[in-house]
């Protein structure tokens, strides 16, 4: 009997030897020089993020989250920092994990969850038990997790009996490393997935995925039917889960999917938001863009029908495929998939976020949300519309003149933007804030003079509120409205921000009914009243001279002399347009946005009606500075010295004259 128990003890011995402790020690230098993570200096840290530490036949994968996973000196004190849906996952080269202890460093936010087998804490530390040949812990809260030590129990004789951490290849199914895989796949063929994809929206029985591949280009997929598991947005999703493929109407789908995990980790936010696209990119069904998130803006709406069915409308430049591009309404038909708050007013304009889909083998878009619009800011009517399109302006307008002469009732506003968000060629190219001069446009009020007479009284304009139709887009570019706009009560209105074009110095390429300060010198010629330049004469090629209109104020030239210089705030005017094969763009659309200043006969063709009742004399700032007494104030109202960069208020012979210094 004895020598049984000592055989005994023997195996029990041996048995015992298989099952080994690996410890990754955070909390010392020496601790870290062994792992070969380099000790980070006082108050800094050691990224991990993406890296892998290998300590014996255990591998611990660092992935990022809200900050990087890395280790931190504070004051001394080593730890590795674990942040809001960052993960760090241990895996064996041999048998399988059996135990994990994680000890803290500091206590507060030490909350973790795990991707298989069972995870508990007392206080300070976690155990985790469960076979698997890798396990993956994840920090949920807010603040940064502190961890002082890992012990990683390994049995090394061990054959893993739990959903994996990591991918556990069945050799028995098709083995599928890319979404885009999958439309080469027979309907009915059970894969197994063997890369992550991240989650880009899910309601109910509908999970989206989407992948990028190392050359940046993004493919999409559909999980369809209980996925027994629910995930935030952005959430990573680990490799080795399975499923069937699938086509319905004409629309590809996962199927019959099993072994989905807790997220490994998260995606940035910017990196699983919906994509830009056009309403024309998206209408032919062999685009390739099913199941991606689509964000597409400037939609008008159809009526609901009580099926959930409607249709959405953009006004897009579109290409004939003879490489001619013109305006055109493009509709696809939308459908409210998830039963979603949708807008009553289809009145208005709305930017709608959807998930773009296939049914019968057309595609439709099922809506996410829908974001109402204040419409389009002025300065892009200048690239994106033409004459006879409706639209509405985005912007505050402020009131700059309201006049009545032969030309009709109109009213004169402008955006007073001096820097603009510039997206014209988005997706494909980032928009960006870009300095600008204020745009202006005449409100045309037609022959409503009861339209006239209230927007005349008003001083801002709501956001949204301007709406109408383009009219004379080259020669007299205006907005012919459909509708009072509303004012903003009780606004305060700023400063207006003028070009100020000086015909000596200056090369002038304004646009027709932008309003700036003109200086120059006042003469009449063969009975026309112009603005010269000093050197003009007769026979003078380069001499700039600017015919003056004076239908908005009849009372003025009666106050000018001859050969004095004036500065006088004043709407520009074009006689004629240029012909279209004189401006012509890359896509073989006409040049709308400014008067073609190298034309020759420019001076010819353009002209200037001030708005003032008086013309502003003193003009420039020598002369003004040469005229005594002179007291020179800034716009806070502070009497200076000299005239410094931006606008200036020099009051001279009982006159205030402003004066813009660049």
Same mark, same amino acid.
């Given at each position: 009997m004895k020598k049984f128990y000592a055989l005994l003890s023997?195996?029990?011995?041996? *048995? /015992? =030897?298989?099952?080994?402790?690996?410890?990754?020690?955070?909390? @010392?230098?020496?601790?870290? %020089?062994?792992?070969?993570i380099t000790a980070p200096e006082q108050s800094k840290g050691t990224d991990l993020g993406g890296e892998t530490v290998t300590n014996g036949i255990i591998t611990m994968t660092a992935?990022?989250? *809200? /900050? =990087?996973?890395?280790?931190?000196?504070?004051?001394?004190?080593? @730890?590795?920092?674990?942040? %809001?849906?960052?993960?760090?996952?241990?895996?064996?080269?041999k048998g399988a994990i059996t135990a994990i202890q994680v000890t803290a460093a500091v206590a507060d936010f030490f909350q973790f969850t795990a991707s298989t087998g069972?995870?508990?804490?007392?206080?300070?530390?976690?155990?985790?038990?469960?076979?698997?040949?890798?396990?993956?812990?994840?920090?949920?809260d807010k603040k940064n997790a502190q961890v002082a030590t890992i012990t990683i129990t390994v049995d090394e004789n061990a054959t893993p009996t739990d959903e994996p951490g990591g991918t556990i290849i069945d050799p028995t199914i098709e083995q599928v490393d890319s979404l885009i895989a999958l439309y080469d796949l027979e309907d009915g063929t059970e894969f197994q997935f063997t890369t992550e994809a991240y989650v880009t929206y899910q309601n109910g029985q509908y999970l989206y995925l989407l992948q990028m591949d190392d050359e940046g280009y993004c493919y999409s997929a559909l999980i369809y039917g209980d996925a027994g598991q629910e995930y935030d947005e952005g959430a990573v999703i680990p490799a080795g889960w399975k499923g069937t493929k699938t086509t319905y109407k004409g629309l590809i789908e996962i199927t019959n999917v099993s072994g989905l995990q807790n997220a490994a980790s998260y995606m940035e936010e910017e990196d699983y938001c919906a994509f830009d696209f056009y309403l024309s990119e998206l209408v032919d069904p062999e685009c390739g863009y099913e199941n991606y998130r689509a964000l597409v803006y400037d939609i008008t709406l159809s009526a609901i029908d009580e099926k959930g069915n409607f249709t959405l409308t953009a006004l897009e430049k579109v290409e004939d495929g003879d490489g001619n591009y013109s305006m055109k309404e493009v509709t696809i038909p939308g459908f409210n998939k998830w039963n979603i708050d949708y807008p009553t007013d289809l009145n208005k304009t709305y930017n709608v976020e959807a998930m773009v889909t296939i049914f019968n083998n057309a595609i439709q878009l099922y809506p996410i949300a829908f974001y109402e619009v204040q419409g389009t800011p002025l300065w892009n009517i200048w690239y994106m519309y033409q004459e006879g399109d409706t639209f509405q302006i985005s912007d505050t307008l402020y009131v700059v003149k309201a006049t009545q002469a032969a030309d009709g009732n109109r009213v004169y506003v402008t955006d007073n933007a001096t820097e603009i968000y510039y997206d014209i060629y988005e997706p494909w190219i980032e928009g960006e804030w870009t300095d600008w001069a204020p745009d202006f446009i005449a409100l045309d009020c037609g022959d409503d003079t009861e339209m006239f007479n209230a927007l005349s009284q008003m001083k801002v304009l709501a956001p949204g509120s301007v709406r109408g139709v383009i009219k004379d887009f080259e020669t007299d570019l205006r907005l012919e409205l459909t509708s009072v706009p509303e004012e903003v009560k009780d606004a305060v209105v700023p400063e207006i921000?003028?070009?100020?074009?000086?015909?000596?110095?200056?090369?002038?390429?304004?646009?027709?009914?932008?309003?700036?300060?003109?200086?120059?010198?006042?003469?009449?010629?063969?009975?026309?009243?112009?603005?010269?330049?000093?050197?003009?004469?007769?026979d003078a090629t380069d001499g700039q001279r600017l015919t003056i209109d004076f239908r908005y104020a009849p009372n003025m030239q009666s106050q000018l002399e001859e050969g004095k210089s004036y500065m006088m705030l004043a709407v520009w005017k074009m006689y004629e347009a240029f012909e279209p094969e004189d401006d012509i763009d890359d896509e073989g659309l006409m040049v709308k946005r400014r008067i073609k200043y190298s034309d020759p006969n420019f001076y010819e063709n353009v002209f200037v009606c001030p708005i003032g009742d008086v013309a502003v004399g003193l003009h420039d700032a020598r002369t003004a500075i040469s005229n005594a007494p002179v007291a020179i104030y800034n716009m806070a109202g502070q009497r200076i010295n000299r005239l410094q960069k931006g606008i200036n208020i020099i009051h001279s012979n009982g006159r205030a004259v402003k004066v813009l210094k660049k």
């Open positions: 023997a195996v029990l011995l041996a *048995a /015992t =030897a298989m099952a080994t402790d690996i410890t990754f020690t955070f909390n @010392s230098a020496d601790g870290l %020089q062994a792992l070969g992935i990022n989250g *809200a /900050t =990087a996973t890395r280790v931190w000196n504070s004051q001394g004190a080593y @730890s590795l920092r674990v942040y %809001q849906n960052g993960s760090i996952t241990f895996t064996t080269q069972k995870l508990e804490l007392d206080e300070t530390t976690y155990s985790w038990t469960g076979s698997s040949a890798a396990v993956t812990l994840t920090h949920t921000n003028y070009d100020i074009f000086d015909i000596a110095t200056d090369e002038m390429a304004p646009y027709a009914n932008n309003i700036t300060y003109i200086k120059g010198y006042y003469t009449i010629q063969d009975g026309k009243a112009y603005l010269i330049a000093p050197e003009y004469t007769d």
